[in-house]
């Protein structure tokens, strides 16, 4: 019974953070595509992870950076929302500047995409714009924002970035969606 009260909590958590996530990007919209995203793992997030930890007695930490990345996409592919989240913390406390860093934010944007958490996808994909500039992740990190936006239906910020896509990367398949995905939005 205990386990199944941390384990809500676990799930509580993360419903929580990412309400607030959406709240305040919904609040103050025209602000979040300008501001910085801090380059720091919430507490609640840090939380989450040690009682995952707690709960199965899997230590990521002890992971080398690639085994860690392994076991991220790994858990991605199976769906495993928890399992995850955890690694992903630990993976990104530990090795913030790895060459897989960009690809494990990406894929903790596209998993908040699937399971319908807006604005906690588009905190990540926002996160691989800032703190990785030059990544080959930034255009679909882009265009994914954009899909967010729109799923929140917040057509004016999906549209500036959809424009913004097509303007900065003309030629990419992220471009020719983001035009087809505009004027969608421009025709309703």
């Known amino acids: 019974m205990n386990f199944i009260l941390k384990l809500s909590l676990v799930f509580s ?52 950076e690639t085994s860690l990345y392994s076991e991220i996409l790994t858990s991605f592919q199976s769906q495993n929302e928890t399992e995850f989240s955890a690694m992903l913390t630990v993976f990104m406390q530990k090795y913030s500047q790895s060459i897989y860093a960009d690809n494990a934010l990406f894929l903790a944007g596209k998993m908040a995409l699937e399971k319908k958490q807006y604005g906690r996808a588009v905190t990540y994909f926002q996160k691989i714009q800032d703190q990785f500039p030059q990544s080959n ?52």
């Open 13 to 64: 958590c993360t419903m929580f953070s990412g309400f607030v996530t959406f709240a305040a990007q919904s609040f103050d919209a025209d602000k979040s595509m300008k501001k910085p995203v801090p380059n720091e793992i919430s507490e609640s997030a840090k939380a989450e992870a040690a009682l995952y930890k707690e709960l199965t007695g899997k230590d990521y930490s002890k992971l080398d």
């Open 137 to 188: 992740k930034v255009v679909s990190a882009s265009f994914a924002k954009g899909v967010a936006y729109k799923k929140m239906n917040l057509e004016k910020l999906a549209l500036r970035v959809f424009d913004e896509v097509s303007r900065k990367y003309p030629g990419s398949p992220e471009s020719f969606r983001a035009g087809n995905e505009a004027k969608l939005i421009r025709s309703n």
